[in-house]
């Protein structure tokens, strides 16, 4: 029998939460929950005494996705919906903010030469969006839960005779905050998923269906708490900020756009420090205040390997989504081959990055992974 263990060896675990035990047997369950004949020891016997590395979180989430390919369905879903669908665009209202812009630049005149560059800017940015806008898209949450989209990498792909035109602002911000909404429960069952096909966290595994459809209301409420919560800790920050830069602006263009970056930066900064506050909402099922401490702590002392990771998964998917988007655009039979395969790298690296958190975690706890193969 195969036994995979996450062990409890220091007090720093009365910060972390209790770690349950995860075992196999030689059918395939974890924890009652069927694995599709995962080999927990092939796959974990790298995790012995150390965090586990960049490319051995990919190597690990691919071969769990593998052997899960039906996880591949909901991404596949919301690319058939948004392939069928009719696109839901707001060009006359990007039209309206374009010239706003543009006629708050024209009256800034000499004096506002540098805020004057930056609302043109904005403006040439939505009438480059506003074609392939399309408000359906908000049904993928690929910020707070990675969900893999095609159509929302090649927004081109979609024929622009199908489209309805949105120019109500009222009409327009219910339909993207519903669509909004329904996509961080989207993002929330899919992260569900996978947290139950893999053998890691504190979450549970063996679940019902009632109890299933209870944690993931949970997580949704959890999620949307941490988004009004970063949301207004944000306003907080940047309203009073905002009217200071654009006063600086008015006297000092330069001193101006350097604030601007400044700004920028620390927002970079505080996402980055809560990138993985979604997985231990999900994946060790945690309260929001006890998430934000775990992913600013990893983050914190994984600070250059966490950055590795994310360049990395990030180059891979701009790398190949520029592939798959060559391939997609050539025709329906280039877009059948390339929205699996889209599928199939991305929920691959989200799988890789549940690895990373978790073993950086028990490491950082000095809980090591240990992984014990005993033949019954």
Known sequence: MFCFQEVKTSPFSEIYGK???VSTNDTGMTNGFLT??????????FLQGSAVGIVDSLSAGYRFLMRRLELLFLPLLLDAVLWLAPRLGVEPLMARLVVFYREMGAGMGEAGSGLNSTTE???????????????????????LYHVPSLLVTVPMLKNPHTSIQIESVSTAGILALGFGLLGILIGVLYMNL?????????????????RFFIQLLRHWLRTLLFVVGVFLLMMIIYI?????????????PALGSGAIVLMSGLSVVVFFYLYFVTIGLVLDDLPISQAVIRSVMLVRHNFWTT??????????SMGMGLLLSQLAVSGPIGLIIAA????????????????????????LAGQPTVATGQQA
């Not at 599709?36 to 016997?45: L, R, S, Y």
């Not at 996978?194 to 009632?210: D, M």
């Open 340 to 363: 699996p395969v889209n599928a199939f790298l991305g929920t691959g690296m989200v799988m890789a990055l549940l690895v990373f958190y978790r073993t950086r975690i028990l490491t």
């Open 121 to 143: 800017q904005m403006a040439e940015m939505l009438s480059a969006v506003g074609p392939s806008f399309n408000l359906f898209e908000f049904m993928v949450n690929r910020t």
């Open 36 to 45: 599709a004949g995962v080999d927990v020891n092939e796959i974990f016997v």
């Open 307 to 316: 950055l590795g990771f994310i360049l990395t998964t990030s180059l891979i």
């Open 194 to 210: 996978l947290a139950l096909a893999l053998p890691l966290g504190e979450g549970h595994k063996r679940v019902s269906v009632n």
């Open 240 to 252: 009073p900020a905002t009217i200071g830069m654009t006063l600086l602006m008015l006297f000092s």
């Open 19 to 21: 770690i349950p035990q």
